[in-house]
């Protein structure tokens, strides 16, 4: 069965807004639907004419990397369904984001065999299309109840995730699967239709108060833009994220404590994207230009996707700590 007009790949996702506390129950469109934040790969799946391909966020088509999860959705749903999801890897009863990046490092000749040694699951939360109609539309509370019972007939690796409208339930969820590394909490309207590319969600992500060391800041030293963080790991500060732009308020309060290296310093000028940490900076182009400073702490907020050696995503300054030691400070543990 074909796919409806108008859906084609690659889709739009819907996508969330992050806020900081959980919204009460009546906050959205027809009152909130909270679920699990999943830490792994965005994927839409689509089945066509027999055969099922996996699509990241951004279009790209990840089914050679994901062969079992490819055999299973082509086996257990039916033609014409278009379904959103998220790409997870468990490890020691953990999310293992590291792993799924692994698998996407290798080659389709090599997938069997990694898929073994690394297997992922699927894990479903709405659905844009079934027996060839696009449903898009429709309220969320409406799309939940058909992928309920298309998910009556799955197995593994294919899993439907949990939602509940108790907010109650949403805060201990928010707490209990913190330990195994699921990010947080995504909430939806149960009026609202899927709006591809908007920020019609929510998100709330689990966040905690750390000292990192400032080596470096993207912009000047009178006027930085963005804190570039540093740990000391294996005996070297190494460079492990960047903050988000900074306010005008946190320029002038950090401004007035960088001054340049008093002498040698470990990190380059120019770094590539990718080593500033953040998941998915290996898309912009060319390199960035560091303004080194003499090492200062200062104090962020991250949320809980750090690798053990970089935050995947953007840091949050909130002080200047000049009285604190460099060398006192300590990479968090996973």
């Known amino acids: 069965m074909p796919l409806p007009p108008g859906l084609s790949v690659p889709v739009d996702v819907?996508?969330?807004?992050?806020?900081?506390?959980?919204?009460?129950?009546?906050?959205?469109?027809?009152?909130?639907?909270?679920?699990?934040?999943?830490?792994?790969?965005r994927a839409v799946v689509?089945?066509?004419?027999?055969?099922?391909?996996?699509?990241?966020?951004?279009?790209?088509?990840?089914?050679?990397?994901?062969?079992?999860?490819?055999?299973?959705?082509?086996?257990?749903?039916?033609?014409?369904?278009?379904?959103?999801?998220?790409?997870?890897?468990?490890?020691g009863g953990r999310l293992d984001f590291e792993a799924l990046q692994r698998r996407m490092t290798r080659g389709p000749r090599a997938a069997e065999?990694?898929?073994?040694?690394?297997?992922?699951?699927?894990?479903?939360?709405?659905?844009?299309?079934v027996d060839g109609q696009d449903v898009r539309g429709g309220p969320f509370d409406g799309r939940r109840a058909m992928l309920e019972e298309l998910a009556t007939g799955?197995?593994?690796?294919?899993?439907?995730?949990?939602?509940?409208?108790?907010?109650?339930?949403?805060?201990?969820?928010?707490?209990?699967?913190?330990?195994?590394?699921?990010?947080?909490?995504?909430v939806k309207g149960g009026a609202h239709p899927y709006r591809g590319g908007e920020r019609v969600w929510v998100k709330v992500k689990h966040r905690r108060t750390l000292d990192v060391v400032c080596g470096a800041v993207i912009g000047s030293r009178?006027?930085?833009?963005?804190?570039?963080?540093?740990?000391s790991i294996d005996g070297e500060l190494r460079i492990v994220g960047r903050t988000g732009p900074l306010t005008a308020a946190a320029r002038r309060a950090l401004a007035p404590w960088l001054v340049a290296p008093a002498g040698a310093h470990?990190?380059?000028?120019?770094?590539?994207?990718?080593?500033?940490?953040?998941?998915?900076?290996?898309?912009?182009?060319?390199?960035?230009?560091?303004?080194?400073?003499?090492?200062?702490?200062?104090?962020?907020?991250?949320?809980?996707?750090w690798s053990g050696h970089s935050f995947r995503h953007s840091l949050r300054f909130l002080r200047a700590r000049p009285d604190a030691e460099v060398t006192a400070v300590r990479a968090p543990e996973r």
Request: charged share 20%.
């Open 154 to 186: 799955w197995r593994p690796p294919l899993n439907l995730s949990p939602v509940t409208d108790d907010v109650d339930a949403a805060a201990e969820w928010f707490e209990a699967y913190a330990v195994a590394g699921v990010e947080g909490l995504v």
């Open 46 to 91: 689509v089945v066509d004419a027999g055969s099922a391909r996996l699509y990241s966020r951004r279009g790209t088509d990840m089914s050679a990397q994901f062969p079992e999860v490819v055999a299973a959705a082509t086996e257990q749903i039916a033609p014409g369904t278009v379904l959103d999801g998220e790409l997870v890897i468990w490890s």
């Open 113 to 129: 065999a990694v898929a073994r040694e690394l297997p992922a699951s699927l894990v479903l939360f709405d659905l844009l299309a």
């Open 222 to 231: 009178s006027a930085p833009q963005q804190v570039v963080a540093g740990l």
């Open 266 to 305: 470990p990190w380059p000028e120019q770094v590539s994207p990718g080593a500033l940490g953040q998941w998915g900076a290996g898309r912009s182009s060319g390199p960035v230009t560091l303004t080194l400073v003499e090492p200062i702490v200062v104090e962020v907020s991250a949320d809980v996707a």
């Open 14 to 41: 819907a996508l969330a807004r992050a806020v900081d506390r959980i919204p009460g129950p009546s906050a959205l469109p027809g009152g909130c639907r909270y679920e699990p934040k999943w830490d792994g790969y």
